[in-house]
């Protein structure tokens, strides 16, 4: 079981960037892929991104692709989403987890960290 703790969110004008962390306890987070979701009010979480368990191999939705990237540290522990030119629509609760080879969440969650972009 892997332990999540997100951090990193905060309040952006649309076309900023934020870094958001996730900091993973457990003895199979090296070995796990991760991914992030997003929750928006309202709606349901949806995937945002993934990295598989070295970091070589990195997919993403198609609403954030070219302006969010994820990264690893595997001796830190640490999953990153890197936000770019951020839009209104990515306000949401940011939460990341392990993920199954078709990007489903494994295990609990954790608190999520908040994003708001406004315009």
């Known amino acids: 079981q892997v332990q999540l703790v997100e951090s990193g969110g905060g309040l952006v004008q649309a076309g900023g960037s934020l870094r958001l962390s996730c900091a993973a306890s457990?003895?199979?987070?090296?070995?796990?892929?991760m991914g992030w979701f997003r929750q928006a009010p309202g709606k349901e979480r949806e995937f945002v991104a993934r990295?598989?368990?070295?970091?070589?191999?990195?997919y993403y939705a198609d609403s954030v692709k070219g302006r969010f990237t994820i990264s690893r540290d595997n001796a830190k522990n640490t999953v990153y989403l890197q936000m770019n030119n951020l839009k209104p629509e990515d306000t949401a609760v940011y939460y990341c987890?392990?993920?199954?080879?078709?990007?489903?969440?494994?295990?609990?969650w954790g608190q999520g960290t908040q994003v708001t972009v406004s315009s």
């Open positions: 987890n392990a993920v199954t080879a078709v990007n489903q969440a494994i295990g609990s």
């Open positions: 457990g003895r199979t987070f090296s070995s796990s892929a």
């Open positions: 990295i598989s368990w070295l970091g070589g191999s990195t």
